[in-house]
């Protein structure tokens, strides 16, 4: 009953927020669900950075963007949170398989963003891994039928789905592509192109980057609808 409440409210909520308006600076004037808020709350998140108080409300009302913000202007929680709350939205289950891929350009990076995303989704039941090699595909291969969110880096990400057979992608609801002007700089191009190849059309897609490059522009292009420009250029 309180979960159908929740939803209710969100849905009104999110009807009637309007990004062009909201300067929205608080987390808790955000409409999110109760488990999001009570998982940034329980990890002392309370105001927002400027560019999640850019991004978050756009991205809540399902736009793509393009966003465009140095390193530690608080970029992971600017997408951590609108993918926590499209699946939440569309009471995601484990019988729905892969919600959301982010990518990333290094382990380093993925493992981070995995963090926090443990972090504050802790209130929710999505199933959430890690796909950037270091252990035998086989292993990682067992346990990424079963996940709702994944985060990633290209190259391993390309090798199961060119290699897993039963790894599904069909139901994809959002695309993340974190620090992508360091991702084609790592020459990962060739793999993200054929990532996006394998994923669905219709989707949510997130792209953010440090510095705007021909390669990244290319990248947007390919992989973003009317998407809406985000950019801050002071750390946070
Ligand atoms: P970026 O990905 O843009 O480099 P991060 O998402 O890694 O930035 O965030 C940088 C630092 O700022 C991290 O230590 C993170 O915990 C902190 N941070 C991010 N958002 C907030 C916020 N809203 N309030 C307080 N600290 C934040
Ligand atoms: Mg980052």
């Not at 004037?29 to 927002?48: Q, Y």
């Not at 991702?183 to 059309?201: C, E, Y």
Request: proline content about 4%; aromatic content about 6%; charged content about 30%.
């Amino acid at each position: 009953k309180r979960v159908v409440d929740d939803h209710e409210r969100l849905e009104k909520e999110i009807k009637e927020l309007d990004p062009k308006v909201a300067d929205i600076k608080d987390f808790q004037h955000l409409p999110l669900s109760e488990p999001t808020s009570k998982g940034l709350d329980a990890s002392h998140f309370k105001t927002l950075t400027d560019i999640q108080s850019k991004a978050i409300p756009l991205a809540l009302k399902g736009k793509d963007i393009l966003g465009a913000a140095k390193t530690g202007s608080g970029k992971t929680l600017a997408f951590l949170v609108p993918v926590l709350e499209n699946l939440y939205r569309q009471k995601w289950t484990e019988l729905d398989g892969l919600g959301a891929l982010i990518i990333s350009p290094t382990r380093e990076l993925a493992i981070q963003i995995f963090e926090v995303l443990r972090k504050i989704g802790r209130y929710h039941s999505f199933s959430a891994g890690l796909v950037i090699g270091g252990r035998s595909l086989q292993e990682e291969r067992e346990r990424l039928g079963r996940m709702n969110i994944l985060v990633c880096t290209p190259g391993r990400m390309l090798q199961h789905m060119d290699q897993t057979a039963a790894f599904e992608v069909d139901n994809l609801q959002m695309l993340v592509l974190d620090e992508a002007d360091r991702i084609l700089d790592m020459g990962f191009q060739t793999s993200v192109d054929a990532i996006l190849d394998h994923l669905p059309k219709d989707r949510q897609t997130m792209l953010f980057s440090a510095t705007q490059t021909k390669k990244v522009s290319d990248l947007a292009r390919l992989s973003l609808k009317e998407p809406e420009y985000v950019a801050v250029h002071e750390a946070a």
